[in-house]
């Protein structure tokens, strides 16, 4: 009897409990599978126009500025004044200046007087030849204050030049680093001034693609016009510390058919001929490098729908797209939706549609 209530209860314990809940369905993503070409590699990084000759000017002695007659984004002649600063001492000290050089011709022209006095005096005896010789260097003395005096009467009139800074070139001001009433010292910037017409594309390269920029066709891509062929005209020989990057500049290797404008952003298209197969994905089937980590992509297996992290090599890249090496013919791509997966997740791939049907 107590067997039959034991599995009397047992049973209708079983019949009490909860059914285990289905097993979760796996997320849908898109993929596109791998078709590989050799194809033309591009890159396109984002770059400004900045020109070639940008000269940081400066007062070549210090004072108060009382005046600058230019501003920013102003267009200038060489020789134009550009900003002044108070010259009183200046001119003080040159006027004193002519007053010791004036002094002095006075003493040159009367000790020459005097010399030559005593030249003909010592010719009918009247002197000895010391007193003559002793007149003579008096003399030469005379004239050598005489030249130190004009020297250094131009050294004065020099300085009191140097209170207006003025153009070395026709250009465009790019800077104004100065007011009036403002004490500045020799060499301290005061005003920027870039020549015009003599534009360049400045942009940052990255390191994978330092190494050999020079086998890459550099072109200038403007929103309007046909891209202008460029020349890799300096790059940078290290890195800057916080983005990895290199500075490089390009010259325009031909006259564009647009106006370019001074700061105008503009894109920097890279081409090379195809040397390895690869394949073109959207850009965003690329997972982004982590500290030590290579460029990746998520592939997919159909059959178990497990995710595999697969390290790649970015051929070329532009806004929408990336070719990537690395990869076997046919494979299915995660290319939407990559960054927020992970290699324990399963996953049911759904072909990805075109892009104007997202």
Request: charged share 20%.
């Amino acid at each position: 009897m107590q067997r039959l209530l034991l599995i009397a209860s047992v049973a209708l314990l079983a019949a009490c409990s909860k059914a285990p809940p289905p097993a979760p369905a796996p997320l849908r993503v898109f993929v596109t599978p791998v078709k590989l070409d050799s194809a033309a590699n591009e890159r396109v990084l984002f770059g400004s126009l900045r020109p070639r000759v940008e000269s940081e000017l400066a007062f070549r002695t210090g004072g108060r500025v009382v005046a600058r007659t230019v501003e920013l984004g102003e267009r200038v002649r060489a020789g134009q004044a550009l900003a002044r600063i108070d010259a009183a001492d200046y001119q003080l000290a040159e006027k004193a200046a002519l007053d010791q050089q004036q002094a002095a011709e006075v003493d040159a022209v009367q000790a020459a007087s005097d010399a030559a006095r005593f030249k003909r005096l010592l010719a009918d005896g009247s002197v000895g030849a010391a007193d003559a010789e002793r007149q003579q260097a008096r003399a030469d003395a005379a004239q050598a204050r005489l030249q130190q005096a004009r020297q250094q009467a131009a050294l004065a009139r020099n300085h009191a030049g140097y209170a207006t800074l003025t153009a070395p070139f026709d250009g465009i001001v790019t800077a104004v680093r100065v007011e009036p009433g403002q004490m500045v010292s020799d060499s301290q910037p005061v005003v920027a001034v870039a020549r015009t017409g003599e534009l360049e594309l400045v942009a940052d390269v990255p390191e994978s693609l330092a190494g050999g920029l020079k086998t890459w066709q550099p072109s200038l891509r403007l929103a309007e016009g046909e891209p202008v062929p460029l020349k890799l005209r300096e790059l940078a020989p290290s890195a800057n510390p916080q983005a990895r990057t290199f500075r490089a500049r390009f010259a325009l290797a031909a006259k564009p058919t647009t106006e370019l404008r001074l700061g105008q952003t503009a894109e920097l298209l890279l081409r090379r001929p195809g040397s390895q197969p690869a394949a073109e994905l959207p850009l965003s089937a690329l997972l982004a490098a982590g500290p030590g980590q290579p460029p990746a992509v998520w592939l997919v297996d159909a059959a178990s729908g497990a995710l595999t992290r697969k390290p790649v090599e970015v051929v070329s890249q532009t806004t929408d797209t990336v070719r990537l090496a690395g990869l076997a013919e046919g494979v299915q791509v995660v290319s939407l939706g990559a960054q927020k997966l992970d290699a324990g997740m399963k996953v049911q791939a759904v072909p990805r549609p075109l892009a104007g049907a997202l």
